[in-house]
Nanobody, 116 residues
């Protein structure tokens, strides 16, 4: 069983920055990728960014150029640096991990609010 713990959400002003972190615990010998999804009120959950265990990133077009996903210092950790935040980035952000067996694990979510 894998557990994902997120941290770093909160309130930011438009144009500001926040960093989210996620750490996986449990049986995590190997995995395909880790990443982030988000869900805004009244909208479907959408992909934000992913990073393979080999270090290849993917970004949605809405965040490319503003967000950066990187590996954390420890195995199976990932951070999401969010710059130039916009009100439309307001959402609950969920950390995910996809195993080599194509099983998806999800964190509980962390709220990001962008408001002046």
């Amino acid at each position: 069983q894998v557990k994902l713990e997120e941290s770093g959400g909160g309130l930011a002003q438009p144009g500001g920055s926040l960093t989210l972190s996620c750490a996986a615990s449990g049986t995590v010998d190997s995995f395909y990728n880790m990443g982030w999804y988000r869900q805004a009120p009244g909208k479907e959950r959408e992909l934000v960014a992913t990073l393979t265990s080999g270090g290849s990133p993917y970004y949605s077009k809405d965040v490319k150029g503003r967000f950066t996903i990187t590996n954390g210092y420890a195995w199976a950790t990932v951070t999401l640096r969010m710059n130039d935040l916009k009100s439309e980035d307001t959402a609950i952000y969920y950390c995910t991990l996809k195993t080599l067996s194509d099983i998806d694990y999800w964190g509980q979510g962390t709220q990001v609010t962008v408001s002046s």
